[in-house]
């Protein structure tokens, strides 16, 4: 057991050089049917897959990661699990360089681990590009969504993987509209969690189906 933690901790240290894949773990699956309801982990027919890879040994066990594909979605008690790209990877943009925010095709990851227990965190923000404003209608911003995914593992030496245990999900909330107030000409509302209400918490999610990344 101790043999096998140690040489798990040593695949996570060692970053190959001259731009050769570092260390990873996979998990596949299916996109999600529904690309942005967090309420629905029911799978498409589209074979999709979660990747960590390796990219920075910060030491300590902290470790920088990239992930690509997205990350398993599920409910409690309910034995569907898709992957979700849309929400855990998000957009981003620089309106100057990029004009209109979009979709990424990965996105950076921190993690620790302890030989054991593998925490990771993904930190991504999501736009609906639905602002607007023209003479006939009210001025209103996009309505944008941070979201942040804790996911907790723990490793399993017999199968050389990582079996998701628990899931910390939050959901925050932004957006400008326009106030006929001549003092404050316009109305922010700022949540930071608005995972089902608002000034809810954030989610705790237990998986019913097994979930295992591989180690490659």
Known sequence: MRIMQGLVITLFSVLLQSNALATSIVYDGFTCQSAIDSNDPTPSITPAQSKFEVIENVGEGIYRLSLTGGIPRFVNNNQNVCIDSATAIGY????????????????????????????????????????????????????????????????????????????????????????????????????????????????????VSNIDFLLQ
């Open 92 to 207: 981003a943009g620089i309106p100057a360089v990029d004009g209109l925010p979009r979709p990424l095709a990965s996105i950076d990851a921190t993690a620790y681990f302890n030989g054991r227990e593998l925490m990771i965190v993904i930190s991504s923000m999501y736009t609906d590009l639905s602002a607007r404003g023209t003479p006939f209608l009210p001025f209103t911003t996009s309505a944008v969504f941070a979201f942040t995914n804790t996911l907790i593992m723990e490793f399993n030496p017999d199968l050389s993987s990582f079996s998701l245990k628990k899931v910390l999900r939050n959901r925050g909330f932004t957006q400008t509209s326009e106030s006929r107030n001549l003092i404050a000409p316009f109305q922010e509302t700022v949540l930071p969690s608005f995972n089902e209400t608002a000034r809810d918490n954030p989610r705790i999610l237990t998986p």
